[in-house]
């Protein structure tokens, strides 16, 4: 990519490189996360599921934006606080229509922002329970514009959610090992880290199966078998983004069969995308 090229000291980047910093590859997932919300507050309008995902992948730009402002790489495009508050505005814009949802957005900038500081201790070991909890409020943003009433398996579908976005963040530190200082992998290892992202990914599968849910249950065990087969760091948080895309899928195969063809386009996209972000590890390796 020419946007990375150093002359003179300085660093040039096209408008391509903002797209590609704002992780392309899991808009499809996040947007998935607010259909999957606005579905089991009992929306079933094709209107109703737009907005549900456009509040959905907001929350994934605010956390984007929020991160690149706080803790940009240096090599990084910079953007703008601007962004950053006009994403926020739209979101109030959305939630507006009931106050728990405001606060639920008011929680995702909290959690947001805390996810942020995982370059220092001690939130940088913590960091990926802090991203599950931004994925809950972004749930939640959603889901309260909709309805008040919250049943258990509303609970256990935000919650395995959660438990499952948690579990892929901690794969994925698994793939920057090199370069964070302080990141659970980074402190207590990769074997640890692996079989705690386990943990996590099967405690969102029994939360479904709890509740009825034991289709989505197995596909969620399904996955993690999938996942314990992989030893690649790169390739194995690139097959759990997609995974989780999986997971979403099924949770919303009742609406519509036509759903499931949004695994392969999340696959194209995250093969044509993720490797086109800057990385520091990138540029070690």
Known sequence: MKAY?????????????YVYLLRPYSWIHSFLVGVVAGFYAGQSSLNSLALAGLQGLLGYLLLLL???VKHRDIGRPLIGKTWTLLVAALMLLIAVQNKYALVCVGLLAVFSYLY???????????????????VLAQFF???????????????AIAFSIALVVSSRNLIGD?????????TFPVLHGINTSKSIGAILFAGGAVSLFLVGQQIVALVA???LIAILFIKNAFLLHRS?????????????????????????????VNWATYKKIYRPINQAN
Do not use: C, H
């Open 5 to 17: 090229l150093i002359q003179n000291s300085k660093i040039n980047f096209d408008f391509i490189d």
């Open 240 to 268: 759990t983004i997609v995974l989780t895309t999986t997971l979403l899928v099924s949770m919303l195969f009742s609406l519509t069969p036509l759903v499931i063809v949004l695994i392969p386009l999340d696959a194209l």
């Open 66 to 68: 929020i991160l690149e």
């Open 116 to 134: 942020s500081l995982k370059k220092s201790r001690p939130w940088g070991e913590v960091s990926f329970l802090t991203r599950g909890l931004t």
């Open 141 to 155: 943003a959603v889901y309260f514009i909709f309805t008040q009433i919250v049943s258990l398996e509303v609970l």
């Open 221 to 223: 065990i399904a996955l």
């Open 174 to 182: 698994l793939r920057d090992i090199k370069t964070d200082k302080y």
